[in-house]
């Protein structure tokens, strides 16, 4: 049987795929496979199991042409990518990987907090760029971070992981989720509507997956909801901002930052982010942990063999 690996992934789990004895390709080029390079790459019949990446589309297109895929391990925790239903109908088993990421994913969402509360990026372009005199009593203030309160958007694993962090600096939490969540009920903290949460929170951070009812969640009315003082925190998926409205609310001080790991339309960036002082990047980097990727390409191919073997992997979706 041959496995497609789509993209270099850390070599823990290409291994075990290797020792379970089968052939195993591997697509050379660190970049997003195109569709024409995933087609050929699968199309021998004996291409049964891919490993994907979120930027590998899986449509009822692709499963028409490649019909001996029998399974799909997805490299992330999201499978957006993916279309479930049409995997489903075709009896094509489908995986994803949580879990392993949680801690990680939400160790970027503090970084980004920090940083967008603090004007840390602003600081160290001034720095870096060799334009700081020296301190001064009026230069970069921020926003205090210790007692505030946060407001997450989603409390599945990641969201109430960032919750649970930030009960260490004394915040009180609310959160927006479609039922009660226990773990956050612990920590003390509040299940309200998504417009409560943005007029109370001092910091917003967002954990929802992409579908068609988070698409754009957050847009202009939103935005404007939220306090001046307040920061808004993407690390789940960029279209769930709207990308455009959040040009604006920075640049016209509707808030007082953003924290970005994610975008509406990776690699692209809107131009518009770039002018923005109070706006942190991060290049999509939310799991880049050499622990976290070493975890998921491990679950990832455990999945894989599972599923090829007819037996339900650890964490499949279909």
Known sequence: MKIVITRPIPEAGIEMLKQADHEVLVLPHDRPCTRE?????????????????????????????????????NYAVGYNNIDTAACQARN????????????????VAWTLLMMA?????????MVR???????????LQGM???????????????????????????????????????????LGAQRVELQELLKEAD?????????????HLIGPKELHTMK?????????????????????????????????DVYEEEPKIHPGL?????????PHIGSATVRARNEMSQLAAANLLAMLRGQRGKTQIV
């Open 274 to 282: 770039f002018a923005l002082e109070n706006v942190v990047m991060l």
């Open 129 to 139: 760029d060799n334009k700081w005199s020296g301190w001064g009593p009026m230069q």
């Open 228 to 260: 001046k003082t307040a920061v808004l925190i993407n690390t789940a998926r960029g279209p769930v901002v709207d990308e455009a409205a959040l040009v604006e609310a920075p640049k016209n001080k509707t808030i007082f930052a953003a924290g970005l």
């Open 37 to 73: 390079e995933l087609l050929a790459a699968t199309t021998s019949p004996s291409a049964q199991g891919v490993l994907t990446m979120l930027t590998d589309k899986i449509d009822e297109n692709f499963l028409q042409q490649r019909p001996g895929v029998k399974a799909i391990a």
């Open 117 to 125: 509360a603090r004007r840390a990026g602003e600081g160290e372009r």
């Open 144 to 186: 205090s971070v210790l007692g505030q309160t946060i407001g997450i958007i989603g409390a599945g694993r990641i969201g109430t992981r960032v919750a649970q962090m930030g009960k260490g600096f004394g915040m009180r939490v609310l959160y927006v989720h479609r039922r009660e969540n226990e773990a956050m009920a612990q």
């Open 92 to 107: 094509v088993c489908v995986s994803n990987t949580p879990d392993v990421l949680t801690d990680a994913t939400a160790e």
């Open 203 to 215: 910091f917003v951070s967002i954990h929802v997956p992409l579908t068609a009812d988070t698409r």
